[in-house]
């Protein structure tokens, strides 16, 4: 498991998985016995096809006249999915209903500045 997501995983209880993609295949990590968990396939073409458009899209019209793109926070009914651009690629880490998706927000991006993977 990756320093990153061991740290999540250790630092914050309401994070259900956290995904590290940098090309090629996505590095996978989900907290044991989590409820209403996606499908390993599912989670996986998450990761290699939705979030990197939806943070090309995103970014392109963040340059144009908002000050760029910093992350996304997606509210899907099961769970928060924020979804943070690194250095070649993008971690992502869904947060439990209940939580408050920007406190964690703030721990992710302190975590990827600390591994030099910062965007």
């Keep these: 498991m990756t320093k990153i997501a061991e740290k999540l995983f250790a630092r914050l209880s309401q ?3 956290v995904a590290l993609y940098r090309g090629g295949e996505p590095e996978l990590y989900e907290r044991p016995a989590i409820e209403a968990a996606s499908g390993c396939d599912s989670d996986r073409f998450e990761e ?3 979030n990197p458009t939806l943070l090309t899209l995103a970014r392109q019209r963040g340059e144009l006249d908002c000050g760029g793109l910093e992350y996304l926070v997606i509210r899907y009914g099961n769970f928060f999915q924020l979804v943070h651009p690194i ?3 993008h971690i992502s880490v869904a947060i439990e209903p209940d939580a408050d998706p920007i406190a964690v927000v703030e721990v992710v ?3 990827v500045a600390d591994a030099g993977l910062a965007f």
């Design 109 to 111: 991006r302190a975590l």
């Design 87 to 89: 250095a070649g690629g």
């Design 15 to 17: 994070v259900r998985y």
């Design 48 to 50: 290699i096809l939705v």
